[in-house]
């Protein structure tokens, strides 16, 4: 028997179309891959290849048209909606381009939110938040609304909410693309250490060259297929 741990996301020839004025689009055309516990994967390749639909697939917020698709062991085919949705709070979170944080509450109240849907209760959440805002440097923040945060901040902020509920995978959509180049290097960072200090599982599509060269590995996409660069 191997102890090799199992991966934590399979694909078996993974393709997804749309349907746009009665014809049929490819995004993605039989992608097959494995990604391992603990790795740090870039996903690269131009405008229109498919990396946010792959990364939308997933992490369930997405299905594919055929194939297989496996997320920290499970089968994401034949779950309905509700079953996605508890899937994806309890075992991946997410960190987008746009910090998609909720105007009107604090940043310890967005951070907490993730374990608030789940039913934790609210102090107990707020007091991990407090913990998780901590780890990406804004505990003095606390009661700041995102409008009173830079865009870092904010960005900082979406990574603490992301990382809240504790999940085996993170997918990161261009989590630096409207941050400069500096604050842009801190989230790199940030993101990096967190990996190698939880052994967690980091997904990241992205334009930025010098942080696809800190992946583990890199995949590069192009029309619709994941070649290993």
Do not use: C
Not at 150 to 178: K, W
Request: net charge negative; glycine share 8%.
């Amino acid at each position: 028997m191997s102890n090799h741990p199992s991966p934590v996301v399979r694909l078996r020839e993974v393709t997804k179309e749309y349907q746009i004025e009665g014809k049929s689009l490819a995004v993605l055309r039989g992608v097959t891959l494995d990604i391992e516990p603990g790795q740090v994967v870039a996903i690269v390749g131009r405008s229109g290849a498919g990396k946010s639909t792959l990364l939308h697939i997933i992490g369930g917020l997405d299905t594919a048209t055929s194939g297989e698709v496996e997320i920290v062991g499970r089968r994401l085919q034949g779950m309905n909606p509700k079953e996605l949705a508890d899937f994806r709070n309890r075992n991946v979170g997410f960190v987008f381009q746009f910090h998609h944080l909720l105007p009107e509450f604090t940043a310890l109240e967005n951070v907490a939110m993730p374990l608030m849907i789940r039913g934790v209760p609210m102090r107990d959440a707020l007091a991990q938040a407090g913990e998780y805002l901590g780890l990406v440097d804004l505990q003095e923040r606390a009661d700041h609304k995102p409008s009173e945060l830079s865009g870092g901040e904010q960005q900082r902020v979406a990574v603490a909410r992301a990382l809240i509920p504790q999940p085996q995978l993170v997918l990161a959509d261009e989590p630096s693309g409207n941050l400069d180049s500096e604050t842009g290097e801190r989230l790199h960072s940030l993101l990096w250490a967190i990996s190698r200090r939880d052994r967690r599982t980091f997904i990241i599509v992205t334009h930025n060259d010098a942080l696809a060269q800190r992946a583990d590995r890199v995949l590069q996409m192009q029309d619709g297929v994941v070649v290993d660069a």
